[in-house]
């Protein structure tokens, strides 16, 4: 049986079986925790701001435990970008958490270090100029999700998966380009 | 020759085609040189779009917490399930100032050797509550807590301490909203009390308690205080396997004027009001107050003083203040010096602490008012002047 197929078993039974609720839960977070950390990570920036978002979105999920979306990937991944991306909007300390997230491993190359935070910032910055849907929709996708997933996360077709990154990929470089070009 | 839509191959270059349709596209591509070179145009964009995107994947250093340890924090931040009520405390302890109730946490580890991740904060988790009768509030030095700040090993073993010695007797569950007072004492089980003249109702919620039981390991507390350097501090030997029985009640808040909500539901963009508009908010809570029952044998006041050492006092001055304060009916909040402004002052005909903060940085002064009386403590929030909630808090019905 798959985790996924374990996880749909288990799910129906949760309904019901508050002990079963905290068996899906767990595997749930365990599936899921690490790549929800990623997509948090790269918006925001900050380990630990992307943790607490992490543990928010399961939190959240947590508390609607009687009524459980039927994919409760989905519906994490959804909360999870939406969290994150309002916080990358929110950011104004951004460059100060840039700064902090670069400070435990001192670098070989301090120069490198602060070239990686002002790309980071300048990547962020176009993520957040983005329609929301096309931010999150190429982070998800950078974060290794795979079309069905990101369909479920967006509330989209599969089908138009395709299409939406090729035009979030084209907006993301018109911005990028821009930026370049303060006067555009 | 029909060409090939630029959903499918940019799900092609993805792998994300099915066998069939992959072989399919495939073969169109060595037939098309338009598909062919589109696909190129695709391909190119989406490398370029990757390398910058890939600047922002979490370097080694930046690698989440273990997923187990990462899971029992969500466990202790699930049975300390009071979440509308800290709303106002995490807005009063601001994510700026969290490292520092890491360290505050290690504390009151000791002092009544529990304690839960440092988010959400709330009373019991300042400090072991027997029945709160009052408030205290302790301004601490926090040079000494400084350095364990950074410890984040330190804190997950106190945190897995936690995880690996709790049991939940009354599981919280989900906050519930309810239509008026009359209907939140019935849930709660007392008489609920509301701002007068409030120019828009409020939005009532209720919390439903929880009710857990610490089983003390002397040994593990022991070796994270040697590891933070404090092999000085010996706990005594009483604690070993004491049973420490926690009971929250279920309590209320009422939520008037535009706030943030805690049940926003997923899209969630209302959680994320302007601060201009927040000036409008004020949150009232109000929560009888817990109990917490220990062994007799365990002396509370020796743990308290060992707590204040712990803070940075020395032994004699830990001794005489520990001696000002009935630990078992006071609510101590330890404030950090310099964080906020506090004062004491009369509300509700009785005394409370005034916690102000400054506007900064585009968010309006915060301010919280806490009390006590006749069993229920009152947290209240609001944005702006102070004078505005001392009046809401001085008319309640």
């Known amino acids: 049986m798959t985790v996924a197929q374990r996880n749909a078993r288990l799910t129906a039974a949760a309904r019901t079986q508050p002990t079963d609720r905290e068996q899906v839960f767990e595997s749930i ?13 790269r918006l925001v920036g900050d380990r630990a701001e992307a943790e607490d978002l992490a543990l928010e979105a399961f ?9 459980w979306p039927e994919n409760m990937g989905g519906w994490l991944y959804r909360v999870a970008t939406n969290l994150g991306y309002n916080a990358l909007r929110a950011g104004k300390r951004r ?7 670069l400070l435990p491993e001192a670098p070989p190359n301090p120069e490198l270090a602060a070239e990686t935070a002002a790309e980071r ?4 910055q176009v993520l957040e100029h983005l329609p929301a849907r096309d931010a999150q929709l190429l982070i998800l996708r950078h974060s290794g999700l795979a079309y069905k ?3 479920a996360a967006l509330q989209i077709a599969p089908a138009s998966v395709g299409t939406l990154l090729a035009r979030a990929e084209k907006e993301f470089e018109r911005l990028w380009e821009n930026d370049h070009d303060p006067s555009a | 020759m029909t060409h090939l839509p630029e959903a499918t191959l940019r799900a092609y270059l993805d792998h994300a085609l099915t066998d069939a349709e992959h072989a399919e596209t495939a073969a169109h591509l060595t037939e098309c040189a338009v598909c062919e070179q589109a696909l190129a145009t695709l391909t190119a964009r989406a490398q370029r779009v990757n390398v910058r995107l890939a600047a922002l994947s979490p370097m080694a250093s930046e690698a989440p917490t273990p997923t187990p340890t990462a899971y029992a924090r969500l466990l202790s931040r699930r049975s300390a399930s009071r979440k509308d009520l800290f709303t106002m405390f995490t807005t009063l302890f601001s994510k700026r100032a969290r490292p520092l109730w890491v360290g505050l946490s290690l504390v009151l580890t000791l002092i009544i050797a529990f304690s839960f991740a440092p988010v959400r904060v709330w009373g019991s988790e300042f400090l072991g509550l027997f029945r709160v009768k009052r408030i205290s509030v302790l301004p601490v030095d926090i040079t000494r807590l400084g350095e364990l700040n950074d410890d984040s090993t330190l804190a997950r073993r106190i945190s897995e301490m936690f995880s690996d010695s709790v049991t939940i007797h009354r599981e919280p569950t989900p906050p519930q909203t309810v239509a008026n007072a009359a209907e939140a004492a019935q849930v709660t089980g007392f008489a609920v009390r509301l701002w007068k003249d409030a120019p828009t109702a409020p939005v009532l919620t209720t919390q439903s308690g929880t009710a857990f039981e610490i089983v003390v390991n002397r040994d593990r507390a022991q070796a994270i205080l040697n590891e933070a350097g404090r092999s000085d501090l010996q706990l005594p030997a009483t604690l070993a396997g004491a049973t420490i029985a926690v009971d929250i009640p279920a309590g209320v808040s009422a939520a008037y004027g535009d706030c943030p909500r805690a049940d926003a539901p997923e899209g969630d963009a209302e959680r994320r009001i302007p601060w201009s508009r927040l000036r409008s908010c004020v949150i009232l809570a109000q929560i009888p107050s817990p109990t917490v029952n220990t062994p007799p044998d365990v002396n509370v006041q020796e743990l308290a003083e060992m707590g ?3 803070m940075g006092m020395t032994a004699e001055e830990a001794h005489s203040l520990a001696q000002t304060v009935d630990w078992t009916s006071t609510l101590v909040v330890p404030l950090p010096q310099n964080a906020m402004e506090y004062k004491e002052v009369t509300v509700d005909g009785v005394k409370g602490y005034l916690f102000y903060r400054d506007p900064d940085d585009g968010v309006p002064a915060r301010c919280t008012l806490l009390w ?10 609001w944005f702006d002047e102070a004078e505005r909630g001392l009046a809401i808090a001085n008319a309640l019905e």
Not at chain 1, 121 to 124: A, D, S
Not at chain 2, 372 to 381: E, L, N, P, Q, R
């Open chain 1, 149 to 151: 997933e990101i369909a």
């Open chain 2, 372 to 381: 006590v009386k006749d069993g229920i403590i009152y947290a209240m929030s």
């Open chain 1, 59 to 67: 939190w959240r999920l947590w508390e609607r435990a009687a009524h």
């Open chain 1, 29 to 41: 977070f365990a599936e899921h925790y690490a790549r929800v950390y990623g997509v948090l990570f």
């Open chain 1, 95 to 101: 460059a100060v958490y840039e700064t902090d997230a």
């Open chain 1, 121 to 124: 910032q300048r990547v962020r």
């Open chain 2, 308 to 310: 204040l050492q712990f």
